[in-house]
């Protein structure tokens, strides 16, 4: 017990190495005592808040099975989960999120399991186990910090798996029930999107409106201001479009400002404007 009091007190004082070194003497000399699972899982903790991911997956690793059936149990497996997410080892990692799902204890966690299980599918492309995930954290946990979030990635992935009626209701869902946050903003530009895919260019332009009047200051505006400009322009309302693009604030070449002034260039061609298209 003075071992791992030391152990608790090194890693409360961020010296991470030490602590992990005295935690894995704990577990490894006293297996049958009530602090040895405690001690394993420590270990994994400090390790990993060394930076060393690839030791605390070991650490991890060996915690299972000697400790498999401690109280400590579904902390150390959600925790091995992280581990293997930042290590992009995602069918482990998934692997393990499933199983701490499965299991009992640690409930305030599980929203948090569910939502990175979902992002383990979506980079194991499969949208429809992402979409099922994410909709379970909004479903199962709705005043969760990540359910707006996982709101507007169900709409992601439903559009990712080609199903597009599914990815309105999502990011519609996500618009109503948490319409003050930035991901409600990230729900319309995806319909606005969507929308323009479709060929519904008025109904884009009228998504673009709405968001702009609510939202002028969003760092988000400048997109939609590029996607008013694109709709106008199909629309055959050049002039209009060219002075969309233009109200684009600047920005770097990859962001919503090398957008408008490619629009720009755009909408002067299409009025036959060419010395302005080439400034």
Request: neutral net charge.
């Amino acid at each position: 017990e003075v071992l791992h009091s030391l152990a608790e007190a090194k890693f409360g004082q961020k010296n991470c190495k030490d602590a992990a070194a005295l935690y894995a003497d704990v577990a490894k000399r006293f297996p049958k005592h009530r602090l040895a699972a405690s001690a394993a899982y420590g270990r994994m903790l400090a390790i990993e808040k060394t930076g060393d991911l690839a030791e605390a997956e070991t650490a991890g690793n060996e915690f299972f099975p000697a400790f498999a059936d401690s109280d400590t149990a579904p902390l150390a497996r959600f925790a091995l989960g992280e581990c293997r997410f930042r290590l992009k080892k995602y069918p482990e990692a998934a692997d393990d999120f499933r199983k701490f799902l499965a299991g009992t204890g640690a409930a305030d966690l599980a929203a948090d399991a569910e939502y990175k299980l979902g992002w383990c599918e979506l980079n194991l492309k499969n949208p429809a186990g992402a979409l099922a995930r994410f909709s379970n954290v909004v479903a199962k946990y709705p005043k969760s910090p990540l359910a707006p979030e996982a709101a507007y990635l169900a709409g992601r992935a439903a559009e990712a798996g080609g199903d597009k009626p599914a990815a309105r209701q999502r990011y519609e869902n996500g618009i109503r029930t948490y319409p003050d946050t930035e991901y409600a903003q990230r729900s319309e530009l995806a319909l606005m999107l969507m929308d323009f895919g479709e060929k519904k260019h008025a109904d884009s332009l009228a998504r673009a409106d709405a968001f702009l009047k609510k939202n002028p200051d969003s760092a988000l505006a400048g997109y939609a201001r590029v996607y008013r400009g694109e709709a106008l322009l199909e629309l055959g309302r050049p002039e209009e479009a060219l002075a969309a693009y233009q109200s684009v604030k600047a920005g770097n070449e990859d962001g919503p400002g090398g957008d408008g002034a490619y629009g720009a260039a755009w909408a002067n061609r299409k009025m036959g404007k060419h010395a302005e298209a080439a400034e």
